[in-house]
């Protein structure tokens, strides 16, 4: 079941991310039985690593705190539809529901590159039934606004 509460601590922890200089406005929380189990944001540019989005900073915090490599049972909460990457490694962790904020047309618009990404994939969004649902758009239009005018690297 959504609840905005976790929604709002993704766009915190994006913010967070990206006014440290860490990477784009992308954070994530992994819920479980109504509680957070871990939260992550973008750290590509702080890591140097091209694979640190969001999810994946959650997914590997929530499998670290919880002792497995399986989170059935979960849900995510992330401030943009994830991409091909994360996307891949929501259903390899077996994560039930991934509520988004943007979807990949926004993050195009302030500089990603993840619908190009996709229609490399060939990427189906109808293959992916009920996993996805998008919630809170307009908040999360507020925080990506929020990036573009700050002093920022596009990668």
Known sequence: MYKKEFMEI???EARKG???GDGGPFGAV??????VVASGHNQVLKNNDSTCHGEIDAIRKAEQKLQTYDLSGCQIYT????????LAAILWAN????????????????GFRDDK??????????????LLEQKER?????LFKEYKKSERVIY
């Open 10 to 12: 993704a766009v915190s």
């Open 18 to 20: 990206f006014l440290n």
């Open 30 to 35: 992994i819920v479980k039985d109504g509680e």
């Open 79 to 86: 401030t943009g539809e994830p991409c091909g990457m994360c």
């Open 95 to 110: 994560i039930d529901k991934v509520y988004y904020g943007c979807s990949l047309k926004d993050n195009e618009k302030i």
């Open 117 to 130: 990404i996709d229609k490399l994939l060939d990427r189906d969004d109808k293959l992916y039934g009920s």
């Open 138 to 142: 307009e908040e999360c239009l507020k």
